[in-house]
């Protein structure tokens, strides 16, 4: 099998995503969005209307399956080709944006692809075009518990303090550094505030079990994925509710999720005092890569061998 995946920028989470379907032999080609995007600064419009091309190039220079357009802004270009079939994978910021356009065009690549695919069960309820619930898997053998003492002296954190981790770019609006601040300097504890960005995504797991307590103030999220990762981490998480944040520690100790402040800072002192570890691993149970591989190439499958038009598609309710 052969699948031209498209993507505005790739994360890590699709990266993998990519590893584990060529690992069972889909040979996948990655076309992304030319030009930069990072933190709340965004494309130029130019950049977009360079993509069509690259796309209808790549057609042309290799026998492809099917087209994977992963994320909303994308869908549209996967579609415009009409020969092969097109799955779409909303990631979240799409679907649940502020933004009414990108919520109207992800809907309308969900409804037009031959197949559609969300990752948690907060998308679900909202899409209400026929899809599967695919949630993105966790790399279990890269994200797992590491003692305290060795994750700190790998990281470099010569302290004994608790810490909460706040896993972010600080100047991004979106990810609430301030609150963050507010939330630890008003916790009657000692607790130390450490953030994290611009790393390997191989060294976070090391930084995840050097702290104490994943602190998430987003105002918004499609996920995040770093909830699961601490989770697979076994690292407590103190989080508003946001994404699939609920969802994935529902059933998980020492982890707090609520948008009021006092309840937030109760699971910090909590967490900060007794500086156990969650049984979130446990919870994860399921979320692996392997999965993941295996859900998606189900999919494809599924698409292929009902040799449909890209763009066409019997509704037959939501495949949840």
């Not at 446990?282 to 890209?310: F, K, M, S, T």
Request: hydrophobic residues 40%; negative net charge.
């Amino acid at each position: 099998m052969n699948v031209l995946q498209l993507v505005t920028s790739p994360r890590p989470f699709f990266d993998q995503q990519v590893s584990v379907l060529e690992d069972r032999g889909v040979d996948c080609t990655v076309v992304r969005v030319p030009g930069a995007h990072s933190g709340d600064s965004s494309r130029a419009p130019t950049d977009y209307a360079k993509y069509y091309p690259q796309i209808l190039s790549e057609l042309r220079s290799e026998a492809y399956d099917l087209v994977h357009a992963n994320y909303g802004l994308v869908a549209p270009f996967a579609l415009a080709q009409p020969t092969r079939p097109v799955v779409v994978t909303l990631w979240g910021s799409d679907l649940m944006s502020d933004h009414g356009w990108l919520r109207s065009l992800s809907r309308f690549g969900a409804r037009r692809a031959n197949a559609a695919i969300v990752p948690s069960r907060t998308m679900s309820r909202t899409l209400e075009t026929e899809h599967e619930l695919i949630p993105f898997g966790v790399d279990t053998d890269l994200f797992r518990p590491i003692s305290r003492r060795d994750a700190r002296e790998r990281v470099g954190w010569e302290t004994d303090r608790p810490i909460a981790l706040f896993p972010y770019d600080r100047t991004r609006d979106v990810k609430d550094f301030p609150r963050a601040r507010r939330l630890v300097e008003r916790a009657d504890v000692d607790l130390e505030l450490r953030t994290v960005t611009g790393v390997d995504h191989e060294e976070i797991p090391y930084y995840m079990n050097a702290s104490d307590v994943l602190l998430v103030t987003s105002k918004r999220e499609s996920g995040p994925m770093v909830v699961k990762e601490a989770a697979a981490c076994n690292l407590p998480i103190v989080s508003t509710d946001v994404g699939f944040v609920r969802e994935t520690v529902a059933d998980v100790t020492d982890c707090v999720v609520s948008d009021n402040d006092e309840a937030l800072i109760e699971g910090l002192e909590y967490v900060a005092d007794a500086r156990e570890r969650s049984d979130g691993r446990e919870a994860i149970d399921g979320l692996g890569l392997d999965a993941l591989g295996e859900r998606l190439l189900d999919v494809y499958r599924d698409v292929l061998e009902r040799d449909e038009p890209a763009g066409h598609r019997t509704e037959a309710g939501h495949g949840v």
